[in-house]
């Protein structure tokens, strides 16, 4: 009798962990009520493509119901990235590399001809073979920030609390982006977490190997990234829940009329806080284009702004930009400019030039010399302008809603430029 009580208990026990144990790239019910989804379905290569790319062509493949790397990437070339952007978001992975392998999870990436790799904006999960990476590369070590768990380059995690399986097997990582909280996790454990865009963020960021990449992490969202580092890896149970974003509530101002807290310059220009709290911007010697511009990126907003044209007034209000080689920005302007130059009209740095100039009608609106109210909103595809309390353009655009960057201020090559700004009051949608 006991041995077959013995008998019926492995047997349940048996049956237990056969209907525990969930198939590979699959979604439970209770997951499925929560929001998962998964970033690859076990069969072929749906929802990937190149980066910076339409399709699929460098040679990742499905090889039993695992995303395969072929291992002939290096640091320009290799990287797969989703179909889609996500900003807030879980995502939970199993990897395993081959002895030695380097890879990478790398998310918030920004595409377009101005980016070549995807890590010079986009944070990345680090993934690799620390002990195997020393043995194949020795006398060469790794480096703190290279090494396995890391926020590449910037945030370490606690590896005395790291529980790591050898080499050759599965791992499963977890990366929580909650509007600006970051988490780390591998096999179940937290390994590190931190605040994106503090100023102890930017502290790491403006001083390490970041430092010559301007637009390293601003993004808010993103497609998300896989990386062959020239070693074969493997990933398969990709899967994502998104978190809703939580806009802040309050109106922020955008500058403290002290000084440039919050404010970074490109290019050539003079810039300083005058004795009545006002941010003044004028030519450099040089006289060549300069942008004062927002440390931080924003995407959907109702920015209002006052600004006074003390003299040749031609400067802009830039929105959804980024910066590239000295002095190069690329985005879209509400222009601010002298009388009869289509002040708070709409201007596009990609190549399109002018999406939409102010009526003929409307020029004496601005005022010479005064103080003027500038009201900037954008939200998704959709950009409206206002200067001393009249609307000036209304417009869509697709582009709109697909991109995101910074605010920046310009002033234009020439001479004799000198804008007054004050109050800039930004409330985020």
Same mark, same amino acid.
């Given at each position: 009798?006991? !041995?077959? /009580? $013995?008998? @019926?208990?492995?047997?349940?026990?048996? @049956?237990?962990?056969?209907?525990?144990? *969930?198939?590979? +790239?699959?979604?439970?019910? #209770?997951?499925? #009520? *929560?929001?998962?989804?998964?970033?690859?379905?076990?069969v072929d290569m749906t929802g990937w493509r190149d980066f910076n790319g339409t399709e699929l062509t460098n040679g990742w493949k499905v090889v039993d119901g695992c995303i395969q790397a072929p291992g002939d990437g290096s640091d320009g070339s290799g990287y797969i990235v989703t179909d889609r952007k996500f900003a807030d978001f879980e995502l939970v992975w199993d990897w395993k590399l081959t002895h030695g392998g380097n890879s990478g999870m790398i998310?918030? %990436? *920004?595409?377009?001809? !101005?980016?070549? %790799?995807?890590?010079?904006?986009?944070?990345?999960? &680090? @993934? /690799?073979? +620390?002990?195997?990476?020393?043995? %194949? +590369?020795?006398?060469?070590?790794?480096q703190p920030w290279q090494r396995l768990g890391v926020d590449y380059a910037m945030h370490l995690p606690d590896e005395a609390n790291m529980p790591v399986n050898p080499q050759g097997q599965w791992n499963t990582s977890k990366i929580v982006f909650d509007n600006g909280h970051v988490e780390h996790w591998i096999n179940g454990v937290k390994i590190l977490e931190f605040q994106a865009w503090t100023d102890d963020w930017f502290e790491k960021k403006n001083s390490g190997k970041w430092a010559d990449a301007p637009e390293y992490g601003l993004a808010h969202e993103g497609v998300i990234c896989l990386q062959d580092h020239g070693d074969p890896a493997s990933f398969r149970n990709i899967k994502i829940r998104e978190l809703p974003h939580k806009p802040a509530a309050e109106v922020k101002s955008l500058f403290n009329g002290k000084d440039l807290e919050g404010w970074e310059l490109f290019g050539c220009m003079n810039m300083y806080v005058d004795a009545e709290g006002n941010l003044v911007t004028e030519n450099g010697k040089e006289q060549e284009y300069g942008y004062l511009g927002t440390r931080e990126y924003y995407k959907d907003f109702d920015l209002?702004?006052?600004? $006074? &044209?003390?003299?040749?007034g031609n400067s802009g209000l830039f929105f959804h930009s980024f910066v590239t080689d000295y002095n190069i920005v690329n985005g879209w302007q509400c222009e601010v400019a002298p009388q009869g130059c289509d002040t708070a009209g709409i201007y596009e740095s990609y190549g399109r030039g002018w999406l939409v100039q102010i009526p003929d009608e409307k020029e004496t609106i601005l005022k010479p010399g005064e103080w003027n109210d500038l009201r900037l909103r954008v939200e998704g595809d959709h950009v409206q302008t206002w200067l001393n309390g009249e609307p000036m353009i209304d417009i869509n655009d697709e582009c709109f809603a697909k991109s995101t960057g910074r605010i920046m201020l310009q002033v234009h090559d020439g001479c004799d430029i000198v804008v007054l700004w004050r109050n800039f009051m930004l409330q985020e949608l």
């Open positions: 009798m006991k !041995k077959t /009580i $013995k008998f @019926l208990c492995v047997a349940v026990l048996a @049956l237990g962990v056969c209907s525990c144990a *969930q198939k590979p +790239n699959t979604l439970s019910k #209770a997951e499925q #009520a *929560q929001g998962w989804e998964l970033l690859f379905n076990g998310y918030h %990436v *920004q595409e377009g001809p !101005k980016f070549s %790799v995807p890590y010079v904006t986009g944070p990345e999960y &680090q @993934l /690799i073979d +620390n002990d195997g990476w020393e043995e %194949v +590369n020795a006398p060469a070590k790794l209002s702004v006052q600004f $006074k &044209q003390v003299s040749n």
